[in-house]
């Protein structure tokens, strides 16, 4: 299990109000599962009806926060509201695996980013800084 992420001090500055948590999920076996497939239709109808109500204010404190970061969040939107702008255009979102689309159905009932990684890549504790443009990225 995840402990608390690192979260580098000067986030703080730039996201006062900034808070993370990591959850560790087992899914090896995530390809042969299922979810009812009315969960994401559900939270897409509840982002279609307008909801959930903060929605739209919460994603624009996220889009300040990115801008402060140095980030064009139109052009790098967070991933809660790249989903939603998704869904606004095409009124639902393509099922991937259980995981993901858990994932996916949280972020859009909540408003609030959600992503997975490989834990079994990490080593140490998930951290969270400032990029420095110098980072390697395995896809």
């Known amino acids: 299990m995840f402990e608390n992420p690192v979260i580098d001090g000067r986030i703080q500055n730039i996201a006062p109000g900034f ?3 990591s959850v560790q999920v087992d899914a090896k076996s995530a390809g042969e599962g299922h979810i009812d497939p009315r969960l994401l239709a559900a939270t897409c109808d ?3 009806a307008g909801g959930p109500a ?3 204010a919460h994603l624009a404190s996220w889009s300040d926060a990115y801008v402060r970061f140095g980030a064009k969040p139109n052009r790098t939107p ?3 509201q790249a989903l939603r702008k998704r869904v606004l255009k095409d009124a639902t979102i393509p099922a991937i695996n259980p995981i993901v689309d ?3 159905a949280v972020s859009l009932k909540y408003a609030i980013p959600v992503g997975g990684e490989n834990y079994d890549a990490y080593v140490g ?3 969270l800084t400032i990029a ?3 980072e ?3 896809p």
């Open 125 to 127: 504790r998930p951290r």
């Open 46 to 48: 509840c982002v279609l």
């Open 78 to 80: 967070s991933s809660a």
């Open 132 to 134: 420095d443009g110098t």
């Open 136 to 138: 390697s990225l395995t």
């Open 102 to 104: 858990l994932y996916n």
């Open 54 to 56: 903060w929605a739209e």
């Open 19 to 21: 808070r993370a948590m």
